[in-house]
């Protein structure tokens, strides 16, 4: 099967070597009057103009691109996909101007996702989560990173990884397993946090690992969660069991989470609201990606988003993701992280863009695959109702998205999934 995408007034390739830094992030591979040749699942050619009438036949299925803006398909490189229950109820604590973590040590937070999910069947937490996927691929998603962290005991953190499998072998959005059985010190550790961590080290990263269930493993370093040298035991662990490295770092306050993720030489670090100078010199040099989440900043009201604008100007790969999660950032939209992006980073949409594509690939080591749309890569496109790449930040708070490609067949078609 042969589908073309031809006339299209906005082509975004995000075409290039490998991650996307500095300058080079404002370089979107934009097209006009662009045309994509698909087959077989792979792009086959793409390009400008009429070269793609050498490609038609009458079994080609052709869409037209006019007033389109046609993207790789987007990749959400940081989810907490799987959980059970909600957290509306926190709502009123927020705007009483409770902090985060002050809610999490009263036992709320994460710890009441924690009891939700730990009660939810594998069934449940599969139906819920499957709900989830359908409603990222309408919005434009095709790959997304999905970690654990609301089970914080052996059996619900291998639970929770294996509905990540099953969803990644049952619908068309790609999933990448992340083991964060380190998102929190449990109730029943209260008293005896190196007994949690013993349990993380000693038990829980072998048995993922055994199981070949995560491809890389994360910890909250933050203030009132993990420390850094507690972080550091931890990811050391999973490093020697052959782990890719990730960390939340510095999200509330800095507690050195980014000098840690350079030192360490980590894929990415993830928040970073507030990390330092020094820790953002440290991941440039050690090319550590910045996975931001700014509709996170804006939900729990911290009145600041990551500088994104210093971490480009000092050449920090900069990626964007939604943190779906329920208490936090509950959204389903990379559209709407990149209107926040645009607003609350000072991002350019260029940067926006490949943020959400190709730099979000790398982060998940997957940018020989996916990320771009080049010749020989997955056909994973977007095709947005928007007649360049500006309208489609500037015009917020709408699904914009027309049509899905997802290894080269059409999932999702009027905006709707098929």
């Known amino acids: 099967m042969k589908t073309i995408i031809r006339n ?57 691109g006019r007033g389109k803006t046609v993207t790789p398909g987007l990749i959400d490189s940081h989810t907490h996909l ?29 710890l009441s996702s924690v009891r939700e999910t730990r009660a939810a069947s594998e069934e449940n937490l599969v139906a819920l989560s499957r709900k989830r996927l359908d409603l990222m691929l309408e919005h434009g998603t095709t790959t997304i990173e999905s970690k654990s962290g609301y089970g914080l005991d052996l059996d619900t953190e291998l639970k929770m990884l294996r509905v990540n499998r099953l969803l990644d072998e049952s619908q068309p959005v790609d999933i990448v397993s992340t083991f964060m059985g380190a998102h929190a010190i449990p109730q029943e550790y209260k008293e005896d946090r190196e007994g949690y961590i013993r349990l993380i080290i000693e038990e829980m990263l072998p048995r993922v690992k055994e199981e070949n269930l995560a491809e890389f ?51 990415s670090a993830e928040h970073l609201v507030a990390a330092s100078e020094e820790g953002m010199k440290a991941m440039a040099e050690n090319g550590v990606i910045a996975i931001l989440l700014p509709t996170t900043s804006f939900y729990l009201m911290l009145g600041k988003f990551a500088d994104a604008r210093r971490m480009i100007q000092l050449g920090v790969p900069v990626a964007l ?27 350019l949409p260029e940067e926006i863009i490949n943020a959400v594509t190709i730099n979000a690939a790398c982060s998940i080591g997957r940018e020989k695959e996916i990320g771009s749309i080049e010749v020989g890569k997955k056909a994973d496109i977007a095709v947005f109702e928007a007649k360049n790449l500006n309208y489609l930040i500037y015009h917020f708070g709408i699904n914009a998205v027309d049509t899905v490609i997802k290894d080269g067949i059409t999932v999702v078609k009027g905006g709707r999934r098929c």
């Open 217 to 267: 493993a994360d910890c909250f370093c933050e203030e009132g969660v993990f420390d850094v040298d507690e972080t550091r035991r931890i990811l050391h662990a999973a490093k020697e069991l052959g782990f890719r490295i990730k960390l939340h770092a510095d999200e509330v306050v800095s507690t050195g989470g980014a000098e840690l993720a350079g030192e360490i030489k980590a894929v």
């Open 321 to 347: 993701a939604t943190d779906c999660n329920p208490g936090t950032s509950p959204t389903e939209s990379l559209q709407i992280v990149m209107t926040y992006a645009c607003f609350g980073l000072r991002m």
């Open 82 to 110: 799987v959980y059970a229950g909600s957290r509306e109820f926190e709502l009123p604590l927020k705007l009483a101007k409770v902090g985060y973590i002050d809610i999490l040590k009263a036992g709320g937070g994460i």
């Open 8 to 64: 299209i007034d906005c082509l975004v390739t995000c075409r290039g070597e490998g991650v996307k830094k500095g300058k080079d992030m404002m370089d979107a591979g934009v097209l006009q009057d662009g045309y994509v040749v698909i087959e077989d699942g792979k792009i086959a050619a793409v390009g400008e103009g009429e070269g793609y009438r050498e490609h038609l036949s009458p079994t080609v299925e052709v869409i037209d």
